[in-house]
């Protein structure tokens, strides 16, 4: 059974960081590219970060590159999204994803960014 477990999320201020964890479990991590996807409210679901498998390469939406760093331990079957310079904008909820478990989705974890 496929498991996303999305931790790390809070309520920070503009230009502060966070550093979001998603453990999983029921695939093979190391042989699937992971993403990082964010829903703000009353939109809809928008990829921000994708690692390839074995750290080949990374890709990032253009709103967060330079600020946001994704990075993933295939020891521990995580991923992570690195985030910095938060800006309002940020806020939503992120989720991880696999895409050899498509139409699986974790809770998500809840990144508010306000002063």
């Known amino acids: 059974q496929v498991q996303l477990v999305e931790s790390g999320g809070g309520l920070v201020q503009p230009g502060e960081s966070l550093r979001l964890s998603c453990a999983t479990s029921?695939?093979?991590?190391?042989?699937?590219?992971m993403d990082w996807y964010r829903q703000a409210p009353g939109k809809e679901r928008e990829l921000v970060a994708t690692?390839?498998?074995?750290?080949?390469?990374?890709n990032y939406r253009d709103s967060v590159k330079g600020r946001f760093t994704i990075s993933r331990d295939n020891a521990k079957n995580t991923v992570y999204l690195q985030m910095n310079n938060l800006k309002p904008e940020d806020t939503a909820v992120y989720y991880c994803?696999?895409?050899?478990?498509?139409?699986?989705w974790g809770q998500g974890t809840q990144v508010t960014v306000s002063s």
């Open positions: 994803h696999s895409i050899l478990a498509p139409y699986q």
């Open positions: 029921g695939f093979t991590f190391s042989r699937s590219a």
């Open positions: 690692i390839t498998s074995f750290n080949i390469g990374t």
